[in-house]
């Protein structure tokens, strides 16, 4: 109508522009990490930097639509491909079939998270971010042991991953990874490489597990760091003198005592049974990665003066080591288990 408005016609399935969040007609959905490599120079380079060799049987988590699965066949012996989305399980079973790879990929539909891994040479992934923490572990306790893991993850947490004592990103992830594994940062991906790309840039990292691995108890490694952790930039003196810590340590020195003195008396013939108050076991404190900055929240002794034994012990094992006034964000993964011995010398543990 003359001098009104246009009515602007709203895009149908039929009349709308190619969106690329599609490939091969399959929807990628961000909601569930889905990514895909569209690159070519990119994929080889990570194929590369990977060095597979003609014998190896690669494990793949995420293949999407397989534009790193099919480069990866060409290099080894065998892909294991770990996906979850059955529309993306199905593109990989066509786009492969009749072709000389065909009876060279196994593709494994689940939750990589909940799947049973078989034995691997090397993982090349381009994982959803979302599993980045979960899915490393999984693979640094994986049973059988396998060269390296070539994965990209957000760049944030790539360079958590390698960050070393007085950087800024350097966390308890940094710590327990290097504990594990060699780490190293191979290369910044930028996030157009993607269909869809990403919000963020991503970076190629390489994981190669330490053989043979460290000597320590896994869950109070965890415990201890967790709470060297609480506030990285406060001293350890001001960390351990905290109301919480010390409650959480007494009640596991005295469980411990406890037990030790009950399976004294059965070895004496004395049946002592006992009632240990509880599990025995660490802080609750949120399972993730990500860090608090120290001026979010004080810190507070809370306890007006008060002075207890085993707060003099607690205190007493770091001036020993000369760790009173150090901090976390400081500490070299050597310092951090010489501490851990000391407290477990005399007797006070973290699980």
């Not at 060799?53 to 293949?63: A, C, F, H, Q, R």
């Not at 043979?212 to 001293?235: S, Y």
């Not at 400081?330 to 010398?345: G, H, I, P, R, T």
Request: glycine content about 8%; overall charge positive; aromatic content about 8%.
């Amino acid at each position: 109508m003359a001098g009104g408005k246009m009515r602007k016609e709203r895009p149908t399935a039929s009349n709308r522009a190619p969106s690329n969040h599609y490939q091969g007609g399959i929807s990628f959905q961000k909601s569930k990490g889905q990514h895909i490599l569209k690159n070519p120079l990119l994929v080889d380079s990570i194929v590369q930097k990977a060095g597979i060799k003609s014998t190896d049987v690669i494990l793949e988590i995420g293949p999407g639509t397989g534009n790193l699965t099919k480069k990866l066949l060409e290099a080894g012996k065998q892909v294991i491909a770990v996906e979850l989305d059955p529309r993306m399980v199905l593109e990989l079973q066509r786009r492969f079939q009749g072709t000389p790879f065909s009876n060279r990929l196994k593709v494994i539909q689940g939750d990589v998270l909940k799947t049973e891994l078989p034995r691997f040479d090397i993982c090349v992934a381009n994982i959803p971010y979302q599993i980045s923490s979960p899915l490393t572990f999984k693979l640094l306790f994986h049973p059988t042991s396998f060269r390296c893991a070539v994965i990209m993850y957000q760049r944030e947490f790539a360079m958590r991953l390698v960050a070393q004592p007085g950087d800024n990103l350097y966390c308890r992830l940094s710590v327990n990874t290097q504990l594990y594994a060699r780490v190293s940062h191979l290369l910044k991906v930028g996030k157009n490489n993607f269909r869809p790309p990403p919000k963020v840039d991503s970076s190629v990292v390489r994981i190669e597990p330490r053989r043979p691995g460290p000597q320590v108890n896994k869950k109070e490694w965890d415990g201890f760091l967790r709470v060297c952790f609480i506030r990285k930039n406060k001293t350890l003196g001001s960390i351990f003198k905290q109301k919480p810590v010390l409650s959480m340590l007494e009640k596991n020195f005295k469980t411990l005592h406890a037990l030790l003195a009950s399976l004294q008396n059965n070895d004496n013939g004395q049946a002592a049974p006992i009632d240990l108050g509880g599990d025995h076991q660490g802080m609750a404190i949120e399972d993730d990665y990500n860090e608090v900055d120290d001026d979010d929240m004080d810190m507070d002794d809370g306890d007006g003066g008060e002075k207890s034994e085993f707060k003099e012990k607690v205190m007493n094992v770091l001036k020993e080591g000369a760790f009173e006034e150090k901090r976390a964000s400081k500490l070299s993964q050597q310092e951090f288990l010489y501490l851990l011995s000391l407290f477990n010398k005399y007797g006070i543990h973290f699980t």
